[in-house]
């Protein structure tokens, strides 16, 4: 085999792992909600938002109350509280299984501290697609009592509610 031949099979090689690499990271469940929360915690909403597919769910305690969030402007929307918030969140435990990423986490924000707890815990599942968030659904992990104690307080006094 001559070196060009050789040095042509070798960059084809190349390009395809790339390719292939970039390929899997694209729908890496875990990179996007980790560049999720980077993004809600130095304030970038349109960053934020831009990890949604434009018909995305979110499915838990936001700006929309009882319903889900559909799409990407009401989702938008939901961000832009939880920057306002000054929501943080640490990664405890995290599940990936092909575009599935099932993730608890303990957050804090400006209604955790007026509510006097440290943090609280929720389970989320994101669903990736086109290296996009298609679905996010998020849980209070009520058996911990802390989290436990900021849901009695959210029934008690309206102060804490999520601002609509």
Known sequence: MDRATWLKGLFVSAVLLADATAMAASNDPLALRQQLVVAITRGDVNAAANLFAEDAVSDGPSTCGLIICIGKA?????????IANQTRATTLNSYVSGNI???????????????????I????????????IKV???????????????????????SLQIPK
């Open 101 to 119: 990423l099932t993730t608890r986490f303990q957050s804090t924000n400006k209604l955790t501290k007026k509510a006097g707890v440290d943090r």
């Open 74 to 82: 009401a989702i938008r929307k939901d961000l832009e509280n939880r």
């Open 121 to 132: 815990i929720f389970w989320a599942i994101y669903e990736v697609e086109d290296n996009k």
């Open 136 to 158: 996010e659904r998020m849980m209070y992990e009520r058996s911990d009592p802390q989290t436990a104690r900021f849901l009695e307080l959210l029934m008690l006094d309206e």
